[in-house]
């Protein structure tokens, strides 16, 4: 007989010698919780130096910042050496409180409104005698005057013996001397009133004008200066029209105005009352914020327009 072949068992998976790479990868991973350990710590340590040095800023009183330039900072109250515009104030007082009576203005919006570039000042603007023409609908009286619609801008810069041409519809090529009466002005609408003109001729070729006869009046260009806003930023309500209004705070309120003449194609509205050279107005996307305003949104105050503008006549269109 033949004696038994002998077999060795297979060994265990324990007992098999580990891969090469597998103490490699293991290193590896060691490595990477080290440096995200190392990563975490240095965190903390930023928090808490930024912390710190914000603690050390806020205790030195209130800062001040520059509505337009929200970099240009300061601990007491000045003017932006950029923009010359008087400094706000932002942050707290000692001890944590807010500083009493004193708008907090939120920069995150302010500099989003000086980024976006959505704020103008309102500007004195000169206007020259060649910038337009000052003329406007007249239509002659039953006394055989002339009575005119004008700007109240263009009102206020003429004398009150003011030369001027009736030009009637019927024959542009006639040219008739007037002059101012000294009667006053009767509001028109929001924007212009009536004033009335003799006719500089003889009694007899002033009664050949028709009752009812309609034209043009012309008056000579005048320099003057005025308080203009962009047209972008002028809203209309039955009301009568108003801006937003830049506050202190960082924050727009609905600013009631009255308006003269637009110039259009050099893009602004003269301003009659209700702003000064300086103020500040929205007048990019507008009409968004002031819907924003109307749905409550909390850049802006709550309205501050009057039932009625003082003085205002209801209803009429410009001619």
Known sequence: MSEPHET????????????AGSSAVAQR????????????AAAVLVAVVIAVRDRSE?????????PMHPEVRATAPGSCPICQM?????????????????????MTAVD?????????????????PNLREIRGAARVDDDHQISAVLYNDQIDALAPDEPGTFVPTASPQTAIAVTRIGDPAVRWDRSTSVIRFRVDAAPAA?????????????????????????????L????????????PGGQFEKRPIE???????????????????SDRVVSRATFFLDADRRLGGNAFAADSMPSAMPGAAPGGTTP
């Open 58 to 66: 806020g205790g030195s009183g209130v800062r001040y910042a520059c």
């Open 86 to 106: 008087a400094l706000e104030p932002v942050g707290r007082a000692p001890g944590g409180k807010g500083h009493a009576g004193m708008a907090m203005p939120d």
């Open 259 to 277: 308006i003269g003449e637009t110039f259009s194609r050099q893009g602004f509205a003269v301003v009659l009352s209700g702003l000064r050279a």
């Open 29 to 40: 991973l060691l490595l990477l919780r080290l440096f995200l350990l190392i990563l975490a």
């Open 112 to 128: 989003n409104v000086r980024k976006h570039k959505i704020i103008d000042f309102v500007r004195v603007r000169s206007l020259l």
């Open 236 to 247: 209309q309500s039955p009301e009568g029209p108003y801006v937003l209004a830049w506050k």
């Open 206 to 234: 002033a009664g050949a004008l028709p009752s009812g006869e309609v034209g043009w009046l012309k008056l000579a260009s005048k320099s003057r200066a005025v308080i203009g806003v962009p047209v972008s930023s002028v």
């Open 8 to 19: 060795s068992s297979p060994s265990s998976e324990s007992e098999r010698p580990a891969p």
